[in-house]
């Protein structure tokens, strides 16, 4: 089995692929802790080194990128420091370790919005607190227009989207409309990261990949066990119509249902967990859907771009912090089995 998924990952280089979603900087401060604030009961962190990376959506940009693939960004920034140090980090993102090349040309400076910036304080590599500073406003009709006129334009040029829904008002309903209703007549296909409060307008994309407590919040159903997993489900497909569903369950792996199989009583497949040591699974899910959708762009089934999936996942948890996996890195993985 592995030759052919090693055959599907040499073909990573010729992916073309759109994120659209919830830009954002991701901020990390890394130091030490000895001693208790006399001020206050909170540890005192001695600061190390920081680190600057694309976060939210632009994470699913630098995985895509880091995989070889050519990835272009629709969102917005501020027009502010961090949007400059936003667009620059994901202009950087094709050079780093990777063949991919990344399109910014798309991104929108906004003037009257905060470009969103999430800050971690880790010390010995545990996560002491997370800041953020943010901007949820709803944004205009002309914003709008402005981006589905260059994904308009760059359709033809693209074989997969991903929709990065991080809830901060990018990804609102007549705008999903529009953008998933061009998509479909242009035939592309369309992978969906979900917010739990925004299931109510999804609708008709191809894949929907909400990790274990995302499942239960679109459902509601409380998920205990496989049987309650499997119920939860069937009723995000009924609601929400894609044609897959894969729910990405940390240590329990991921399990990938088919939509059109919902009634009739066929089982979802389960993919065990390959990770042997978790570190961190911040941004894990940016590295299955971006990995996913890679490898269906090249003409990967769908099993097989959720079991590459699967295995880049087990590789980004086992680093601190948010990591983009490599093609070589994944080639090696996949050829140990």
Same mark, same amino acid.
């Given at each position: 089995?592995?030759?052919?998924?090693?055959?599907?990952?040499?073909?990573?280089?010729?992916?073309?692929?759109?994120?659209?979603?919830?830009?954002?900087?991701?901020?990390?401060?890394?130091?030490?802790?000895?001693?208790?604030?006399?001020?206050?009961?909170?540890?005192?962190?001695?600061?190390?080194?920081?680190?600057?990376?694309?976060?939210?959506?632009?994470?699913?940009?630098?995985?895509?990128?880091?995989?070889?693939?050519?990835?272009?960004?629709?969102?917005?920034?501020?027009?502010?420091?961090?949007?400059?140090?936003?667009?620059?980090?994901?202009?950087?993102?094709?050079?780093?370790?990777?063949?991919?090349?990344?399109?910014?040309?798309?991104?929108?400076?906004?003037?009257?919005?905060?470009?969103?910036?999430?800050?971690?304080?880790?010390?010995?590599?545990?996560?002491?607190?997370?800041?953020?500073?943010?901007?949820?406003?709803?944004?205009? +009709?002309? *914003?709008?227009?402005? $981006?589905?006129?260059?994904?308009?334009?760059? #359709?033809?040029?693209? %074989? /997969?989207?991903? !929709?990065?829904?991080?809830?901060?008002?990018?990804?609102?309903?007549?705008?999903?409309?529009?953008?998933?209703?061009?998509?479909?007549?242009?035939?592309?296909?369309?992978?969906?990261?979900?917010?739990?409060?925004?299931?109510?307008?999804?609708?008709?994309?191809?894949?929907?990949?909400?990790?274990?407590?995302?499942?239960?919040?679109?459902?509601?159903?409380?998920?205990?066990?496989?049987?309650?997993?499997?119920?939860?489900?069937?009723?995000?497909?009924?609601?929400?119509?894609?044609?897959?569903?894969?729910?990405?369950?940390?240590?329990?792996?991921?399990?990938?249902?088919?939509?059109?199989?919902?009634?009739?009583?066929?089982?979802?497949?389960?993919?065990?967990?390959?990770?042997?040591?978790?570190?961190?699974?911040?941004?894990?899910? +940016?590295? *299955?859907?971006?990995? $996913?959708?890679?490898?269906?762009?090249?003409? #990967?089934?769908?099993? %097989? /771009?959720?079991? !590459?999936?699967?295995?880049?996942?087990?590789?980004?948890?086992?680093?601190?912090?948010?990591?983009?996996?490599?093609?070589?890195?994944?080639?090696?993985?996949?050829?140990?089995?």
């Amino acid at each position: 089995m592995y030759k052919n998924l090693l055959d599907i990952i040499k073909k990573f280089d010729r992916a073309r692929i759109l994120v659209v979603g919830d830009i954002m900087v991701d901020h990390f401060v890394y130091g030490t802790v000895s001693r208790i604030s006399p001020e206050a009961p909170v540890p005192v962190v001695n600061v190390k080194s920081e680190k600057l990376m694309p976060g939210g959506a632009a994470n699913v940009v630098s995985n895509a990128a880091k995989l070889g693939a050519k990835v272009y960004v629709a969102g917005v920034v501020g027009d502010d420091y961090n949007g400059d140090i936003l667009k620059r980090l994901v202009g950087k993102e094709g050079e780093k370790g990777g063949k991919g090349k990344v399109d910014s040309s798309h991104i929108l400076t906004l003037k009257n919005f905060q470009t969103i910036i999430k800050t971690r304080v880790i010390a010995h590599n545990q996560q002491i607190v997370r800041f953020d500073r943010e901007d949820n406003g709803k944004f205009t +009709d002309k *914003v709008y227009k402005q $981006l589905m006129d260059g994904i308009k334009k760059i #359709a033809d040029d693209i %074989d /997969a989207v991903i !929709i990065s829904d991080y809830g901060k008002g990018l990804i609102e309903r007549k705008f999903f409309s529009s953008l998933v209703s061009f998509l479909r007549e242009k035939n592309k296909f369309i992978a969906l990261d979900p917010k739990v409060e925004n299931f109510k307008f999804y609708k008709n994309i191809s894949i929907l990949t909400p990790n274990i407590n995302e499942t239960s919040g679109g459902s509601g159903v409380k998920i205990k066990d496989e049987k309650t997993l499997e119920k939860a489900g069937r009723v995000i497909i009924k609601r929400v119509k894609p044609d897959y569903l894969l729910i990405t369950r940390g240590e329990g792996g991921m399990s990938l249902f088919s939509g059109a199989a919902v009634n009739s009583g066929n089982k979802p497949l389960h993919l065990h967990a390959r990770a042997k040591e978790v570190y961190d699974v911040t941004g894990a899910g +940016d590295t *299955v859907i971006s990995t $996913l959708a890679v490898a269906r762009s090249v003409g #990967a089934s769908i099993a %097989d /771009a959720c079991y !590459i999936a699967n295995a880049a996942a087990s590789i980004a948890v086992s680093q601190l912090g948010t990591y983009a996996v490599g093609v070589d890195e994944l080639a090696a993985l996949l050829s140990s089995d």
